[in-house]
């Protein structure tokens, strides 16, 4: 899985869940934020640095978090492995979100 993919699953994602109901995000923000947290903490296992909490600042605002911390992710050059695994998870969400 390249880059590329990973970034386009990133945007899908972010598609998807952008025009939510407040109603929806109390059911099913939980899942995204906890995404947006693992490749948070993947990106720092890779540069070396501490992992930090993400916080949760508005529902509105995860589909942007996420598209931050895959930019990380990336910048941190993830090996192939990482990067399939995440846009694995990128479409598995997706997949029960529908």
Known sequence: MSI???TRAVDLLANQVGHWTPA???DQGDQLHKLVQ???DQAADLTGTPRRDV???SDLALPDQLK???ADLVAA???HELTAAAADEIA???HTLT
Do not use: D, I, K, T
């Open 24 to 26: 929806r995000w109390r």
């Open 4 to 6: 590329e993919q990973l």
């Open 55 to 57: 916080p949760r600042l």
């Open 38 to 40: 693992r490749f948070a």
């Open 68 to 70: 931050v911390v895959v």
């Open 77 to 79: 050059s993830p090996p």
């Open 92 to 94: 598995a969400l997706r």
